[in-house]
């Protein structure tokens, strides 16, 4: 016989509810994404509660926000000179939070609709970074060239996935061993934006220095670019995103040029291969943008690009016979 204790109901432990804003920054796809947004929302934060702007974010009261205040927030970031694309983001970072007040039960779904209807801010501004020239890469090469080995080999190898794949930085450091394929000159990119893994095609060459440097990494599983220490000894472990942008502006400045970043290196790729005539789907699929629209930003073949389109397909008749040939 079953005691009658058995049918007891069972007392649930008390779950603390977590804020709008841990949940909302916790569920970004990356740590990248997840600072700019919490950087966002500080950024709201100052014009928003003004003199509370100092407090946590996860104790200010973001479900009393509403369709004037997120307008307001618009306002203030344009007269405070804020580009157009950070107080796009700011806004997003906004709208973002506020979906999961409405989701925790915070906020009515009638006031998040109206906060949903605040526009974008229009305009724009020219785009930042740059691509790389011919002259400008061979510099790098050439400075990381006369590093002393296995650190040259190292960063030889970090230059050709760079401007080879147009990888983000933070994809590169994820990078493993078993993540290239030297025989299908392929590397797989895991650790991407959007959790939407790709496989980036190598060159030959590319490969060639990836190869010297595994010479000197060794076969041991782990992370495929590695730290190299004071007594020139390879420690496999993880380069961290911080240290790659590091060192492609270290060798930069060492080889006189503008500093560039890992980010004009992806810029750098998009513009040669479409220099190249690649359509921008296949771009796409090598630098991993997942919208063609922000793709076209890369694009910095410039006016020299367009005026040899314009001047190879817009000639115009140029005698009287052309023009009576044509009627």
């Not at 990356?30 to 974010?57: C, I, S, W």
């Amino acid at each position: 016989m079953i005691h009658a204790a058995a049918y007891a109901p069972v007392k649930q432990p008390h779950v603390a509810r977590r804020s709008p804003v841990e949940v909302f920054l916790g569920c970004q796809p990356n740590r990248h994404t997840e600072r700019a947004f919490a950087q966002a929302l500080r950024r709201a934060a100052g014009v928003l509660f003004g003199p509370y702007a100092a407090t946590p974010l996860t104790d200010l009261p973001w479900q009393g926000i509403r369709y004037d205040d997120v307008e307001l927030l618009k306002a203030r970031l344009i007269e405070r000179g804020f580009a157009v694309s950070t107080t796009n983001v700011t806004l997003a970072a906004v709208r973002g939070l506020l979906r999961h007040c409405r989701r925790l039960r915070l906020l009515s779904a009638e006031d998040f609709d109206d906060v949903r209807d605040v526009r974008r801010a229009s305009g724009g501004s020219l785009p930042s970074g740059r691509a790389l020239s011919e002259s400008e890469l061979a510099g790098l090469f050439a400075e990381a060239r006369r590093l002393p080995s296995p650190l040259r080999e190292r960063d030889m190898a970090l230059l050709a996935i760079a401007f080879t794949t147009g990888a983000r930085r933070a994809e590169i450091a994820a990078l493993d061993l078993a993540d290239y394929a030297a025989a299908g000159l392929v590397l797989t990119l895991r650790a991407t934006k959007g959790r939407r893994p790709r496989h980036a095609q190598l060159t030959a060459e590319a490969a060639q220095h990836i190869d010297a440097w595994l010479r000197q990494r060794g076969s041991e599983p782990g992370p495929l670019l590695c730290p190299v220490g004071g007594n020139e000894r390879v420690r496999v472990a993880r380069l961290s995103p911080g240290t790659i942008y590091r060192r492609l502006r270290l060798l930069s400045c060492r080889a006189g040029i503008t500093p560039c970043s890992p980010h004009d290196a992806r810029r750098t790729v998009a513009t040669r291969l479409l220099a190249a005539g690649a359509d921008l789907g296949t771009v796409a699929r090598q630098t991993g943008h997942a919208s063609l629209n922000v793709l076209r930003v890369y694009d910095r073949r410039g006016d020299d690009a367009l005026r040899r389109a314009i001047d190879g397909s817009l000639r115009l008749p140029t005698s009287d016979h052309a023009w009576a040939h044509c009627a």
